[in-house]
């Protein structure tokens, strides 16, 4: 397999990566490099290793010592310092925000004044801008020289300064999107989304507050906070895992006897349910180690595209801020992974430890083929988890989902017919959701998750799954249907395992459900982005009209709220171009009741 990405390691090429036999090679290489680096840990990853007892903040401080090493390893390996150091670079200058916030803004905004501070508008030409740099991290820098000066003077302004920036209309506008003013507010559980009251409304009824951006079609609507936002919350989190306080990752325990506390909506506080290192990852990104927070994250979720912001918070309800804000670790976890992913070559960086990963001393690196093989029923997050473990492990496994599911596209395919050509830039990878085929892999991480959430990342996931020559999967096929499980033997499995999720719609018992303009939520989503009927060309049959009531009030159907309400604009687009085509041609087929609604599009 011809390759652009030469690696710089003697006798491990990149193409070994995909080989289990060889994988063994490349984890002695990290042996030897550890070796010469640093003789005393590399004993004590030996002993580690080889199932040596090492527990709590022993093991959390081993590991974190590792994961820099394999850090550095790889970036040799591959030759990424520059993408390294670039995002280094990025969060050591950030560094005198977060320090600003932490030393000066934390301190001075609770210290009641004698003197009440002048106008915004007159204090901040006070304090002068950088021309290279934006307006918080020159108020930032100010301080930081300030303070360093010994400068009470200007000190003094800055504090002046700051409570007319936080107590004022004006100020609070100019500054609506600094991290180093948004401090963590009390959290009151049954008031977790703010609203207010709908005008002249004597029934009591209430309503979100009046959003400043509405949604326009079906592109991504949560393009992430950016380095700055998520160094913030990396630098609020106290790192509990030293003293085995980290309650995120392994729960709130309860103060008299077993089992985890709830919080006041009776929510158990059980923690991540994947055990991640979160604490861990969390010094190592603070630290500038990026690719070795990913290392630790994998060791515990090795396919964390499906996990993170806009998919789980167990591990934020679990958080050691129970009365404020808690740190957004989701947002953390997925930006670690979009750092890296973002460097050159950062997909096969991920890849790589997907198939080997010095600090699971469980499951150090994949094994070759055993000869036994799993017939999974379901792609969906369920289906291709078990998938990449059970790979781990050696055996071969097909997934069979009843969905369509599409090909990958043809040039991510070398000349052996597997999708192994090296993935440069992840951007190559990526398709504007709007305009993204609904390939039927992901189960409901495709069909029923909207576009507040990347699916681009089910490609990547997909991608890491049908490189290994023990994998296939397969669409169309439903278990019961098109074969049967007497079948299985005859066709060369040896287990099967069911991934199928959960199952059919929740159906109301209330008369004429199935009526016309009644609809199942989880239908309607699942009709809505399997059929792609949101497309500008598409021709999928799903009508919608306004208003509609959802009746729910989960996810599921906060999903069908928004999707419904921006569908509608859509699908009027739709009819509107459609009629201006060929609208006059085909009047006389309507019916009254298809001339009333195709009227009210119109209007």
């Given at each position: 397999?011809?390759?652009?990405?030469?690696l710089?390691l003697?006798?491990?090429?990149?193409?070994?990566?995909?080989?289990?036999?060889?994988?063994?090679?490349?984890?002695?290489?990290?042996?030897?490099?550890?070796?010469?680096?640093?003789?005393?840990l590399?004993?004590?990853?030996?002993?580690?290793r080889?199932g040596?007892?090492?527990?709590?903040p022993e093991?959390?401080?081993?590991?974190?010592?590792?994961?820099?090493?394999?850090?550095?390893?790889?970036?040799?390996?591959?030759?990424?310092g520059?993408?390294?150091?670039?995002l280094?670079?990025?969060?050591?200058?950030?560094?005198?925000v977060?320090?600003?916030?932490?030393?000066?803004?934390?301190?001075?905004?609770?210290?009641?004044?004698?003197q009440p501070?002048?106008?915004?508008?007159?204090?901040?030409p006070?304090?002068p801008?950088?021309?290279?740099?934006?307006?918080?991290w020159?108020?930032?820098?100010f301080?930081?020289?300030?303070?360093q000066?010994?400068?009470?003077?200007?000190l003094?302004?800055?504090?002046?300064?700051?409570?007319?920036a936080?107590?004022?209309?004006?100020g609070r506008?100019?500054?609506?999107?600094?991290?180093?003013l948004?401090?963590?507010q009390?959290?009151?559980?049954?008031?977790?989304?703010p609203?207010?009251?709908?005008p002249?409304?004597?029934?009591?009824?209430?309503?979100g507050a009046?959003?400043?951006?509405?949604?326009?079609?079906?592109?991504l609507?949560?393009?992430?906070?950016?380095l700055?936002?998520?160094?913030?919350?990396?630098?609020?989190?106290?790192?509990?895992h030293?003293h085995?306080?980290?309650?995120?990752?392994?729960?709130?325990p309860?103060k008299?006897?077993e089992g985890?506390?709830?919080?006041?909506?009776?929510v158990?506080?059980?923690?991540?349910?994947?055990?991640?290192?979160i604490?861990e990852?969390?010094?190592?990104?603070?630290d500038?180690?990026t690719?070795?927070?990913?290392?630790?994250i994998?060791?515990?979720?090795?396919l964390?595209?499906?996990?993170?912001?806009?998919?789980?918070n167990d591990?934020?309800?679990s958080?050691?801020y129970?009365?404020?804000?808690p740190?957004?670790?989701p947002e953390?976890?997925?930006?670690i992974?979009t750092?890296?992913?973002?460097?050159?070559?950062?997909f096969?960086?991920?890849?790589?430890?997907?198939?080997?990963?010095?600090?699971?001393?469980?499951?150090?690196?994949?094994?070759?083929?055993?000869?036994?093989?799993?017939?999974?029923?379901?792609?969906?997050?369920?289906?291709?988890?078990?998938?990449?473990?059970?790979l781990?492990?050696?055996?071969g496994?097909?997934?069979v989902?009843?969905?369509?599911?599409?090909?990958?596209?043809?040039?991510?395919f070398?000349a052996?017919?597997?999708?192994?050509k090296?993935?440069?830039?992840v951007?190559?990878?990526?398709?504007?959701?709007d305009?993204?085929?609904?390939?039927?892999f992901?189960?409901?991480?495709?069909?029923?998750?909207?576009?507040?959430?990347?699916?681009?990342?089910?490609?990547?996931?997909r991608?890491?799954?049908?490189?290994?020559?023990?994998?296939?999967?397969?669409?169309?096929?439903?278990?019961?249907?098109?074969?049967m499980?007497?079948?299985?033997?005859?066709?060369?499995?040896?287990?099967?395992t069911?991934?199928?999720?959960?199952?059919?719609?929740t159906?109301?018992?209330?008369?004429?459900?199935m009526?016309r303009?009644?609809?199942?939520?989880?239908?309607?989503?699942?009709?809505?982005?399997?059929?792609?009927?949101?497309?500008?060309?598409?021709l999928?049959?799903?009508q919608?009209?306004?208003?509609?009531?959802?009746?729910?009030?989960?996810?599921?159907?906060?999903?069908?709220a928004?999707?419904?309400?921006?569908?509608?604009?859509?699908?009027?687009?739709?009819?509107?171009?459609r009629?201006e085509?060929?609208?006059?041609t085909?009047?006389?087929?309507?019916d009254?009741y298809?001339?009333?609604?195709?009227d009210?599009?119109?209007?």
């Amino acid at each position: 397999m011809a390759s652009t990405l030469q690696l710089n390691l003697d006798g491990f090429e990149y193409e070994d990566v995909y080989r289990a036999s060889q994988l063994p090679l490349l984890d002695a290489r990290f042996d030897a490099w550890l070796a010469g680096r640093d003789g005393a840990l590399r004993a004590r990853y030996r002993d580690y290793r080889n199932g040596g007892a090492s527990v709590g903040p022993e093991e959390s401080s081993l590991l974190i010592a590792v994961a820099c090493e394999l850090e550095d390893f790889l970036v040799a390996a591959f030759g990424v310092g520059e993408s390294r150091d670039g995002l280094r670079a990025a969060q050591e200058r950030d560094a005198v925000v977060h320090a600003f916030k932490r030393e000066f803004v934390k301190r001075r905004i609770r210290k009641q004044r004698t003197q009440p501070a002048r106008d915004f508008a007159e204090l901040d030409p006070l304090i002068p801008s950088r021309p290279d740099a934006d307006r918080e991290w020159s108020v930032a820098r100010f301080w930081a020289d300030a303070a360093q000066a010994g400068n009470d003077a200007q000190l003094a302004l800055l504090e002046e300064w700051l409570h007319a920036a936080c107590h004022s209309d004006a100020g609070r506008a100019a500054t609506s999107d600094w991290v180093s003013l948004a401090l963590p507010q009390t959290t009151d559980y049954f008031k977790l989304v703010p609203v207010v009251a709908v005008p002249g409304e004597d029934a009591g009824r209430v309503e979100g507050a009046a959003a400043p951006r509405r949604r326009d079609g079906f592109d991504l609507t949560d393009t992430r906070p950016g380095l700055r936002h998520a160094m913030d919350q990396v630098d609020y989190c106290v790192y509990c895992h030293d003293h085995s306080g980290d309650f995120c990752s392994s729960g709130f325990p309860a103060k008299e006897g077993e089992g985890f506390r709830s919080n006041p909506l009776e929510v158990p506080l059980s923690g991540c349910p994947l055990e991640e290192r979160i604490s861990e990852a969390h010094v190592l990104k603070r630290d500038g180690y990026t690719l070795g927070a990913l290392a630790m994250i994998m060791l515990d979720n090795p396919l964390l595209p499906a996990t993170g912001h806009r998919i789980c918070n167990d591990c934020m309800k679990s958080c050691i801020y129970q009365k404020q804000d808690p740190v957004n670790i989701p947002e953390i976890e997925t930006r670690i992974l979009t750092d890296v992913l973002g460097w050159r070559w950062g997909f096969e960086l991920y890849f790589t430890l997907t198939q080997w990963n010095p600090l699971n001393r469980a499951r150090p690196y994949r094994l070759p083929y055993n000869g036994r093989n799993t017939l999974c029923v379901g792609a969906g997050p369920a289906g291709f988890n078990l998938a990449h473990h059970l790979l781990q492990e050696g055996f071969g496994v097909v997934i069979v989902d009843g969905l369509k599911i599409e090909p990958l596209p043809p040039e991510l395919f070398d000349a052996s017919g597997r999708p192994t050509k090296p993935v440069e830039d992840v951007k190559d990878l990526y398709q504007p959701l709007d305009a993204r085929t609904n390939s039927g892999f992901g189960g409901v991480a495709e069909y029923g998750i909207t576009v507040r959430w990347d699916k681009n990342f089910l490609t990547l996931i997909r991608l890491v799954l049908e490189r290994q020559p023990a994998f296939r999967v397969y669409g169309g096929i439903r278990l019961g249907g098109t074969i049967m499980l007497e079948d299985v033997p005859a066709l060369g499995f040896d287990h099967v395992t069911l991934a199928t999720g959960a199952g059919r719609p929740t159906v109301l018992p209330v008369r004429n459900n199935m009526a016309r303009g009644m609809r199942q939520a989880s239908d309607f989503l699942m009709a809505l982005q399997l059929t792609g009927a949101a497309k500008r060309d598409s021709l999928a049959n799903l009508q919608v009209r306004l208003p509609a009531v959802v009746i729910g009030g989960g996810l599921t159907s906060i999903d069908t709220a928004t999707e419904v309400q921006a569908y509608y604009i859509r699908q009027v687009e739709k009819v509107l171009a459609r009629w201006e085509a060929v609208g006059e041609t085909r009047a006389g087929l309507f019916d009254a009741y298809e001339q009333g609604v195709l009227d009210e599009f119109l209007a």
